[in-house]
C-alpha cells in the first residue's frame, strides 16, 4: 500500500480530503454505530466497534488488553507505514479515544477527519453502504505505553502539589456540580475545570471542532502552560478533549478511569 502524505496533519478537512489524491492510500478507520456503518460509509473505510476500544467491566474505560488490542491492529491490517485517518459521526469522542489508544501502543500516524460522517454528507462526499475487510495481514508488534495516561494514585500524588497540572473534566456541568450522579459518589475531582465535550462541536459547522477552541479554553482556564490530564464517566466524551489538547499541542494525557473510577472509590477527594 502506498504511503500517505508524510505531512497530513492532526485535523484534516473533509474538503482536503476529498481533493487528495487517492493514489495516497489512507487506512480509513470508521468509529461510527455499526447500523450507520453499514447503511453508508465513507469509501474504503474499515469499521471497528466504539465498544471495542474500551476494556469494559469496572471501570469499563481502560484500555483493551492486548490481545484485544492486536485484534484491532489486525482487522485494520495496520502496517508499519501506515497513515489512518479516523472519523465518527458524534463530533470527535470516539474518534479522539481511538487515537488515545493509538498513542498507548505507539502508532503516531494518524487523522481526524475534523466533523466526521456529519461534516462529510454535508458536503456531498460519497458514502459506499456494506462492510469492508482489511486486504492484508498486520506486521504491527503491539506494545503498551503507559505515558498517554494516568492512574489514580498519579492524579492523588498531583492533587498534593497545587498548581502542577490542569485537570479537564470533560463532563456536563450538572455531573460536575454533582446534580447529576452515575457513580456511588457525585461532584469532580478537587481543583478540576469543567469544559462541556459538547461545547466544543460547532453545530452550524456539521460537529467540526469549534475553531476558537483554544480562545474558549482561555477562559476557562486551560491555557495549555501546565500540563493537562482529562477524563469524563468512562473516557469516551474525553477522547474529544484529549485529541483537541493534541490539536493545539498542548501536554495531554488522559485518566481512563475516569468518574467511573473516582466516583466509585469511598476513600477519593470530591468537591
Not at 502542577?164 to 475545570?193: N, T
Not at 471542532?209 to 469516551?236: F, K, M, V, W
Amino acid at each position: 500500500m502506498p504511503s500517505a502524505p508524510a505531512l497530513l496533519p492532526l485535523i484534516v478537512e473533509p474538503e482536503a480530503f476529498q481533493q487528495l489524491d487517492q493514489s495516497q492510500q489512507l487506512i480509513i478507520v470508521d468509529l461510527c454505530d455499526r447500523e450507520t456503518y453499514l447503511n453508508g460509509h465513507i469509501p474504503g473505510a474499515i469499521h471497528i466497534d466504539p465498544k471495542a476500544t474500551t476494556r469494559g467491566g469496572q471501570p469499563p474505560g481502560l484500555l483493551p488488553e492486548i490481545n484485544e488490542l492486536k485484534a484491532i491492529v489486525e482487522a485494520l491490517g495496520l502496517q508499519e507505514d501506515s497513515h489512518l485517518l479516523i472519523y465518527d459521526n458524534e463530533g470527535g469522542g470516539w474518534a479522539g479515544r481511538f487515537i488515545w489508544l493509538l498513542d498507548c501502543i505507539g502508532i503516531q500516524r494518524y487523522s481526524y477527519l475534523n466533523g466526521g460522517l456529519s461534516a462529510w454528507q454535508a458536503i456531498g462526499g460519497e458514502r459506499q453502504p456494506g462492510e469492508v475487510q482489511a486486504t492484508q495481514t498486520s506486521n504491527v508488534t503491539v506494545d503498551i505505553s503507559e505515558a498517554p495516561s494516568v492512574n489514580r494514585e498519579e492524579i492523588e500524588f498531583l492533587l498534593g502539589a497545587p498548581g502542577s497540572v490542569d485537570i479537564w473534566d470533560a463532563r456536563s456541568p450538572e455531573e460536575f456540580r454533582g446534580e447529576k450522579v452515575l457513580a456511588q459518589r457525585g461532584g469532580h475531582i478537587p481543583g478540576a475545570i469543567n469544559g462541556n465535550w459538547l461545547d466544543f462541536m460547532d453545530r452550524d459547522q456539521h460537529l467540526k471542532i469549534r475553531s476558537d477552541a483554544r480562545e474558549y479554553l482561555n477562559t476557562l482556564g486551560i491555557d495549555g502552560s501546565r500540563p493537562i490530564i482529562t477524563h469524563c464517566q468512562t473516557h469516551h466524551r474525553s477522547g474529544l478533549s484529549y485529541l483537541i489538547g493534541k490539536a493545539l499541542d498542548y501536554d495531554i494525557r488522559a485518566y481512563p478511569g475516569s468518574w467511573s473510577e473516582w466516583g466509585n472509590l469511598s476513600d477519593t477527594e470530591i468537591e
